[in-house]
């Protein structure tokens, strides 16, 4: 079983839609949890870093579930420019390593 | 402007030339590591380093070496270079070791193809 995996879609969605992306995580130690979103080609960028308690920047609402050992991502009044491929990634308990899952790809249409 | 700079952004070269991509962070970051990237297999570590002298493999490590002399620095080495290790690399730091409150900041990525 991967360590983190991901929908890879592609998931197309109307403008102004909400879309909701989940990725779940293997091992049950692991201790911090983030979104990266990456345009075609482009470096990863910060999107949000997930808190225990959830946490919201604007459109953008971050939720980790532990029991479940999934994070989601959920995306309200989808823009055309948050098309893009959105990646999560998690810091295995006591490793110094972040691995991330093979992203998602998100496509906003008019 | 805090950034972390990876250069070349594109090499083309060929099989058994030993290259050298280089990245500096001007953040005063700990935390440095590499990752390749490649189609249907995401983001996979190959190395990283907590400190000066100190770096440790990450999931890829095979075919490549690294070194952390200064801070700043944490060039990759790819001694004998093969047509596998084609891919899109990306360096990234962060302030301490990666959590919520010190994420990963990525460079803006160097494009390698082996021939």
């Known amino acids: 079983r991967k360590e983190v995996e991901q929908d890879p879609g592609p998931f197309n969605v109307p403008e102004g839609a909400t879309v909701a992306f989940n990725c779940t995580y293997s091992?049950?130690?692991?201790?911090?949890f983030f979104w990266y979103r990456q345009d075609c080609r482009k470096e990863p960028k910060l999107l949000m870093s997930?808190?225990?308690s959830g946490n919201e920047d604007g459109r953008f609402t971050a939720q980790l579930n532990r029991a479940s050992q999934y994070i989601s991502l959920l995306i309200r009044d989808s823009k055309l420019s948050d098309s893009a491929t959105y990646l999560c990634?998690?810091?295995?308990?006591?490793?110094?390593?972040?691995?991330f899952g093979i992203g998602t790809k998100l496509q906003v249409i008019p | 402007e805090a950034q972390v700079t990876q250069n070349p952004r594109y090499l083309i070269t060929v099989t058994g030339k030993k290259l050298t991509v280089t990245c500096s962070q001007n953040m005063n970051h700990e935390y440095m590591s590499w990752y390749r990237q490649d189609p249907g297999l995401g983001l996979r570590q190959i190395y990283y380093s907590m400190n000066v002298e100190v770096t440790d493999k990450g999931d890829v490590p095979e075919g490549y070496k690294v070194s952390r002399k200064e801070k700043r620095n944490f060039p990759l080495i790819l001694e004998s270079p093969s047509p596998n290790q084609t891919s899109l690399y990306f360096c990234a730091s962060s302030l301490d070791s990666p959590d919520e409150y010190s994420p990963l900041h990525f460079g803006n990525g160097t494009r390698l193809t082996v021939t």
């Open positions: 091992n049950s130690a692991s201790q911090s």
């Open positions: 997930v808190y225990s």
């Open positions: 990634a998690v810091t295995p308990g006591g490793y110094q390593k972040v691995t």
